[in-house]
Structure formats: C-alpha cells, structure tokens
C-alpha cells in the first residue's frame, strides 16, 4: 500500500492502519520529482494509495485505488472500530523502501517485521525510556531512520513529536520545537548534527538526552565539538536500509582516542564478517567488505532477483544469508568496528587505485579543516584529476596549505588538484551531503 503523504499526524495513522491490516507500506515522498513517483508506484504496484486530498493533484498517472485520507474521513468513520484479525508473522513485510541503485533506477528493499521489531526490541532494551521521554519525528518516511522514531515512542508508551513538513531542514525551528516541546530523544545525519551544533542558543536544548546519529561517518572532531556544545549521550550507528534500520552500535565519549569515531559492535541477533574478496576473514587491522548477518536482514529487492542473489549471498559461517554491504571497514584491536568508506569509493586514476576516503580523513586531521569531500569528477574525460572540497573553521584556509599538508603524507598520484573551500556543503533531502551539487572548481582551485 503507497502513503502519499506529508509528514502529519494523518502519516502517522496511515501507516498504523496499513500495518494494522496486515499489509505492508511504501512510502511516497511528496516532495519527490514525478519520475521517480511514477518508477516507484509502477514497479511496487501498489494496489491503494492513502493520500490528502491537496496532494492528488501531484500524484502521477497510476491504476491504485485513492484514498483521501481528509477527503474520505466521514465515510471511512463508519467502519467498525474493533481491531482487525490478521495473520502477519514475523516473515512477513513491513514496509519497502526505495533506496538510489547503482542502475540509475532506484530499488525497494523488503523489510520483515522481525527485522525491524528486533532492532526496537534492542533500543528499548539499551536506551529505556520513562513518559517523560518525548521522541522527535524528524526524518523523512521515506529514509528508514524514520521507522524507529516512529515506532520507539508508540511501542514504549511514550509521546511522539511530528516536525512540520519540511522541517527537518530549518534549524531554528527546529531548535525552537525540541525546547517547547522538551524533546529527549533524536536522530540527526552528521552534516545535519554539524549545523546544530553551530547554532549560539543550544542553551534551550538542555531537554536532550541522546542524540542518535548515522547515514555518514562521524569526524572526530565533530564528537568534540558534540561535547563542547552539549551534556547529553551522543550515540554513532549504522546499518544499510537492507538491514532494518541498524547493525551496530557505538557510545561515543568526550575524550576520545579514536581519530575515525568507530561504528561499534552488531546489535543483538545480528552478525557482522569483515572479509576478503574470497570471503574469508581478514585479520585484526586490515580492510575488508563488511557483511552483516542474522534476524536484521531484508527479503532482497522487490522484483529485481538478480541483484538480490547478488547481494544477499548464502553465509559461509552457518545458516541464512550475508548482505553483501559494499563497505570498507576493519576491526579494532578492541573489537570495536571502524567504517572505511565505500569500496567504489575507491577510484582508477591513470592505472592506479586510489581510495577517496583514504585522502578524506588525513585532510580531516587538518586544524584548518572541518569537513572534506574527495571525488574524482566523471563529466570529465581527459585530463582527469581528483578534486577536494573542504568546509574550513575558517574562510582563509589556503588550498596551497591543504596541498603541502597532504604532499607530506601522501604519494603524488593522491594529491588532488584542486581544493575548493566552502562555507557549506549542499545536502540532500535526507540531509546528506549532495554530491551531485558541488560546484566546479575553477582557476582559483587549482593549485600546482
């Protein structure tokens, strides 16, 4: 069933109601372009679509059935109001999200309500809350995230918070709502975490008890700022959409003494492998691709079973399926787990192999340097070179500087060519960082 709705308490009780009939929900984005609406309801062929009545003039040409959910209310009232018997068991699904595909078109990943049950029934068990807790509702439905902000608070007896539409991206406002609100919990994507932290009237966030952060690598020096800024837990997670939300975890601490802060250790019923190309576990120290196992793990990919047995692979270890994650990472000697980047991340530069995210976290030691993103631009086809964009403490970071920094640790055929200094990196609706949207760099970026 597709909810085509604006974050709401309306969105808030359509998914209940999907859920609570049995059927699974696929969330539609009203602020996504009608292509991909069109690709996404076409492909999951939703059978009904719950709605508002303002937004059906966005929809796309689509056979499912329309429900109004503000429009059709006074009919939709004389339904019975006892609860429905259904028969959904663990196995079945519970939502599919649409996540970017390597394809250019998106995939929908299946996710079983054991897996996403699992990873609530961990958060409650790690983080107990009290009806004082009050969860915020920050993150777009159709970025998993959303579905433990969700489901945390309704699950434990606690309030749920539901920011505005749109209102993940006003940092005011949403300063403003956490302190009227006394919001202790919420999630935040590091670039997002970042813009918070800058912000002069933290004061009136002293109602934060934990602040959930993932979807990119948390710097170290953004955990110290953290705790410059705030009194509250700041917790590092990750997981891929392809296993219901979460896969480990990691308390982070004021006086940190790792340089990359880890992703931690796997949540309960989860296994994490660090292997080799040929599947076989690397040692202590050393790169390899992450593969998470266990409860956690997605159906596949709707209606695309060639990448789903390409990506879900039989476990080597014992029973079930490995998700094949496409993430760099290694274990700790302390058997905490540090992410690496992404494996094509790594980029052929003339012949040579050259992992970006090798180059990203020495520009990151910098004490000039914030934030930094390294890529290798494929609009160009001669004369390739790689370029760094970096957001500085300050606008006077000298690109010549961040060159001879990086000359002194790096080989030759690593140093970018070009250092573009930003005030701030471009994010995506999930407040990620666009990369789609980094600006050229020009002749003032290019340093010899």
Wanted: proline share 7%; with cysteine.
């Amino acid at each position: 069933v597709g909810i085509f709705i604006e974050r709401s308490l309306e969105m808030i009780i359509g998914i209940l109601a999907i859920l609570k009939a049995g059927g699974a929900y696929i969330p539609l984005d009203p602020n996504y372009p009608a292509e991909r609406l069109t690709y996404t309801i076409s492909d999951s062929r939703c059978s009904i679509l719950l709605t508002q009545q303002s937004l059906v003039q966005f929809l796309p040409p689509n056979q499912a059935e329309l429900l109004c959910l503000d429009r059709d209310w006074p009919s939709i009232a004389n339904y019975s109001q006892e609860n429905p018997i259904n028969a959904v068991t663990s196995d079945n699904l519970a939502y599919v999200i649409y996540t970017s595909g390597s394809t250019g078109k998106p995939k929908g990943v299946m996710n079983l309500h054991r897996g996403i049950c699992n990873n609530l029934w961990r958060l409650i068990d790690a983080y107990p809350l009290t009806l004082e807790d009050r969860i915020l509702q920050l993150t777009p439905f159709s970025f998993d995230p959303s579905v433990w902000e969700i489901f945390w608070s309704l699950i434990s007896g606690t309030t749920l918070v539901v920011a505005k539409p749109e209102g993940h991206k006003d940092i005011a406002y949403l300063i403003n709502l956490i302190a009227s609100e006394q919001v202790t919990n919420i999630g935040f994507v590091p670039s997002m975490l970042r813009v918070f932290l800058q912000q002069p009237n933290l004061e009136s966030c002293r109602c934060l008890k934990r602040i959930f952060c993932g979807g990119e690598a948390l710097s170290y020096e953004l955990n110290q700022l953290f705790f410059e800024r705030l009194n509250c837990e700041l917790h590092n997670l990750y997981g891929p959409t392809e296993t219901a939300v979460d896969a480990t975890y990691f308390q982070c601490k004021p006086q940190s003494n790792y340089q990359i802060i880890p992703i931690g250790r796997p949540i309960a019923n989860t296994q994490i492998y660090i292997l080799d190309q040929y599947l076989q576990p690397v040692p202590i120290g050393v790169a390899g691709e992450l593969h998470i196992g266990g409860v956690p793990l997605a159906r596949g990919y709707l209606n695309q079973p060639e990448l789903t047995a390409k990506n879900f692979i039989s476990n080597p270890f014992g029973n079930g399926k490995l998700y094949k994650t496409g993430d760099l990472a290694r274990y700790l000697p302390d058997g905490n787990i540090e992410y690496l980047g992404r494996i094509d991340n790594q980029v052929k530069l003339r012949g040579l192999r050259i992992e970006l995210g090798e180059i990203e976290s020495l520009l990151a030691t910098h004490p000039q340097v914030e934030q930094t993103v390294v890529i290798l631009p494929k609009d160009i086809t001669e004369n390739q070179s790689l370029v760094a964009y970096i957001v500085g403490k300050n606008l006077s970071v000298n690109p010549r500087e961040l060159r001879s920094f990086l000359q002194a640790k790096l080989p030759v055929y690593m140093i970018p060519s070009a250092f573009v200094i930003l005030s701030e990196f471009p994010l995506n609706p999930s407040g990620k960082i666009d990369i789609k949207k980094l600006p050229k760099p020009d002749q003032r970026s290019i340093v010899e």
